[in-house]
């Protein structure tokens, strides 16, 4: 096996020096450059949207994109979907390793003691308008909280950052289930501490205090398989910005709030909203060649929802754990015909057979299914994100505790390639143009 490099020299076509760099190793994947010091040579790396670029070292979660791999420290999330609980993943995010049955309970209990709102939070969601977006209702709830708790603001107490974590992680259930009552205009439903984390979520969803709601063991377990395999993925985009939002000392709240904003994009955790839409606009297996033909068309901005992925080159894992789970949900609730799951279906089959997409190597990704799954269940569209969001609180939790434990951790302060207007003198009003 060839020897690992632990070093490179750049050297240039002009008279510059060269300049040599250390080449680090981590546990798996790419090696990297450490270029922290290249700077000081009077030069930088130019890497728009990071195609290229490790922002920081971490233990948490790992892909493997050419071979579709998805571990969390070191578990395959495949084994994760199948054996654990949404808190023992959380659990292993946030903590390091799989809790113990003593750490199980004790985990759960934290969280329990920490599930309602303070009262006068409700306060926040009435100052919405009913059609608001659960995403707007959220990312402003999850950041007022930074008011309710001011004790919480200082990032460099260990014991101040669990507590914030555990509140956080404890009412993101309770804060997405409010946002979409509150759209429908039903009354908020408090939290049952003694049914678990994605029991309680579904309870507080669709119960109502007018008669008993007994939630459905069949959509608890798919809702839990939901959770886990959203709850961690890397530096993407949401979490990159919870780090560099943390980077700044700024607090937890205000943190996973601007992660909160960016998973909302349609690029990101958007995808399984307009995933659905686009579904539903696409309407037939007979119009599916139309929306291929679109997808492919430079000119048009029209892309497959649910398709491709900036680090998977083959399938996301997520995806096809989601699919069987798809299969699973839909035949237990009697819907294996529904038309939705079918077009879908013969979508990926016709996009995976197209030169377009097998070129660019553009699988299906955890929000292709992610949408049917949850339509299925009774969850409208417009709560996918936030049930993405819901999800991946632990992942943020987790990275951004891991960058505050971090001894090389800066601020995050990007350089730039200036091509603006070299230095000029200040033009007169009168001498303008
Ligand atoms: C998530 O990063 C993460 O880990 C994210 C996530 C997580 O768990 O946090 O996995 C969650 O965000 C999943 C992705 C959800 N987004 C979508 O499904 C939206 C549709 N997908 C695309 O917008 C796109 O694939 C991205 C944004 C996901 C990835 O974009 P990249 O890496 O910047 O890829 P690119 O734009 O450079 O595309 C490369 C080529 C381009 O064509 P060419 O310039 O080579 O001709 O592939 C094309 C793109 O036009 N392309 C698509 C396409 N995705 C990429 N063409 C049609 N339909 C698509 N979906």
């Known amino acids: 096996m060839a020897t690992k490099p632990t070093k490179v020299t750049i050297s240039f076509d002009n008279d510059r020096a060269p300049v ?37 070292s971490s233990d948490i979660t790992f892909i493997n994109g050419e071979e579709g791999n998805l571990y969390h420290r070191g578990y395959p999330i495949e084994q994760l979907a199948e054996n654990a609980n949404f808190l023992e993943v959380a ?39 009913r059609d608001a977006h659960p995403m707007a209702v959220i990312v402003s709830v999850v950041g007022a909280m930074a008011a309710f708790y001011p004790e919480q603001t200082n990032v460099t107490d260990p014991k101040l950052r ?8 404890a009412k993101a259930p309770t804060i997405a289930a409010w946002s979409y009552k509150y759209t429908i205009g039903q009354p908020f439903v408090y939290p049952q501490n003694k049914l678990s984390y994605a029991e309680n979520f579904l309870y507080m969803m669709f119960a109502t205090p007018c008669e008993e709601y007994v939630v459905s063991p069949i959509l608890a377990k798919a809702f839990e398989r939901i959770l886990i395999l959203h709850a961690d993925h890397e530096q993407n985009a949401s979490t990159s910005t919870v780090r560099l939002v943390g980077s700044s000392g700024a607090n937890p709240f205000a943190c996973i709030a ?18 659905l839409k686009m579904l539903d606009e696409i309407g037939d297996v007979s119009c599916i060649d139309e929306y291929i033909a679109r997808a492919k ?12 992925h900036r680090v998977y080159r083959n399938m996301d894992p997520r995806a096809a754990i989601m699919r069987k789970t ?13 038309p939705m799951f079918k077009l ?6 016709i996009a995976l057979e197209d030169e377009y997409f097998v070129k660019r190597k553009l699988y299906p990704n955890v929000d292709f299914y992610s949408g049917i799954v949850m339509r299925a269940m009774g969850i409208p569209n417009s709560m996918f994100t936030a049930i ?46």
């Not at 879908?344 to 089959?349: F, G, S």
Request: one cysteine or more; hydrophobic letters at 40%; glycine letters at 10%.
């Open 20 to 56: 040599e760099l250390p080449v680090l190793s981590g546990t798996l994947g790419n090696d990297v450059i450490d270029i922290r010091k290249l700077g000081k040579h009077g030069i930088y790396t130019y890497d728009p949207g990071f195609l290229s670029t490790a922002s920081c």
């Open 91 to 129: 659990h292993l995010l946030i903590k390091g390793d799989l809790p113990n049955a003593k750490e199980k309970k004790n985990f759960s209990l934290a969280i329990e003691r920490h599930t309602m709102l303070h009262d006068q939070m409700l306060n926040v969601f009435r100052g919405f308008r």
């Open 162 to 169: 669990e507590i914030a974590a555990l509140r956080l992680l």
């Open 258 to 275: 601007a992660g909160i904003a960016s998973l909302w994009g349609p690029a990101h955790g958007g995808a399984n909203e307009a995933t």
């Open 297 to 308: 068309d430079k000119n048009d901005s029209f892309r497959l929802m649910g398709f491709g």
């Open 326 to 338: 798809c299969h699973e949900v839909l035949n237990e609730l009697g819907l294996h015909d529904d």
């Open 344 to 349: 879908a279906m013969r979508l990926e089959k």
């Open 388 to 433: 993405f969001a819901l999800a991946r609180t632990a992942g943020w939790i987790a990275q951004w505790n891991e960058m505050h434990t971090d001894s090389s951790n800066k601020i995050g302060r990007p350089r730039q390639l200036y091509t603006g207007e070299a230095k000029r003198d200040f033009v007169p009003i009168d001498d303008r143009k």
